[in-house]
């Protein structure tokens, strides 16, 4: 690093010491008003209303606006919130207004939605967390490798497949088959509202998903395989089995989930 030379001339050492004090705004030694140098709290003068006006990023903005050399920001207009429509308590209602509304939870993601399967004489629901993505091309549930578990499960216990309900707690499958817990509350409110219209006496839970949620919904949390689901002053007995997926992979829990179906079917 080079330095400067250090000089001892006293008249420059003082045009240098001035030229200093001139940069920093003291031009003179006395002025036309006192100034309050020793004051802690300087007292400051009010903003003008040209200057309290002004833009501090861009100075010259206020001038251009006046001018009409640039448009003026657009204004936020705050849009009015506007309350979700009902659940219909009939079921053709209900079915119309899953497929209609606009503010079902899958409308952000998907324009397809997978609609219950109902009978009126179907003693048993079966849920599932959400359509597979071979449900969301056939158009239906369980139209995959798991109709054929389900069927098989049903069938030995004494129950047709195709004369049971269906519904899933989303109507849709959202990317990645990952379902956040603001969505699964929603749906599970729904979803509830739902088993409340069927006449169904027992329902079949597949998937942790769908359990959880309706946990929430109950305000409890069970370790069983068995529980209740409650519903418009009423409930609905249920039993937990793993995900279609998991059954499928895993035949010990496959057997072990068969074992409870036929506890269901021997106290129906």
């Avoid at 251009?64 to 640039?70: E, F, N, Q, R």
């Avoid at 817990?181 to 329902?203: C, E, I, K, P, Y």
């Amino acid at each position: 690093m080079i330095s400067a030379p250090v000089t001892t001339d006293n008249s420059a050492l003082a045009a240098s010491l001035a030229h200093w004090w001139a940069l920093a705004g003291v031009d003179a030694a006395i002025a036309e008003a006192p100034h309050g140098w020793l004051a802690i709290d300087p007292p400051t003068a009010a903003p003008t209303p040209s200057s309290a006006s002004r833009n501090p990023v861009n100075p010259g903005m206020d001038s251009a606006l006046k001018a009409g050399l640039v448009p003026a920001p657009p204004a936020i207009v705050q849009e009015p919130e506007h309350a979700p429509a009902p659940m219909p308590d009939d079921m053709v209602g209900f079915l119309d207004w899953l497929a209609t509304d606009p503010d079902q939870p899958e409308s952000g993601f998907s324009r397809i939605r997978i609609l219950p399967r109902v009978f009126a004489d179907a003693e048993i629901l079966v849920v599932i967390d959400m359509p597979t993505a071979e449900d969301m091309v056939a158009g239906r549930l369980f139209s995959g490798a798991d109709h054929g578990l389900l069927s098989g499960m049903l069938r030995a216990v004494g129950v047709d497949v195709d004369k049971v309900a269906m519904a899933s707690l989303l109507l849709a499958r959202p990317a990645g088959g990952i379902m956040e817990d603001a969505l699964a509350s929603r749906a599970a409110v729904r979803l509830r509202h739902f088993m409340g219209l069927t006449n169904a006496r027992q329902a079949i839970i597949f998937g942790d998903g769908t359990n959880r949620a309706l946990e929430q919904m109950n305000e409890e949390a069970s370790g069983t395989s068995t529980r209740c689901v409650n519903h418009q002053g009423a409930s609905i007995s249920a039993m937990l089995l793993p995900a279609p997926f998991v059954l499928l992979k895993h035949a010990e829990r496959k057997a072990a989930a068969w074992g409870q179906l036929r506890q269901l079917a021997a106290r129906s």
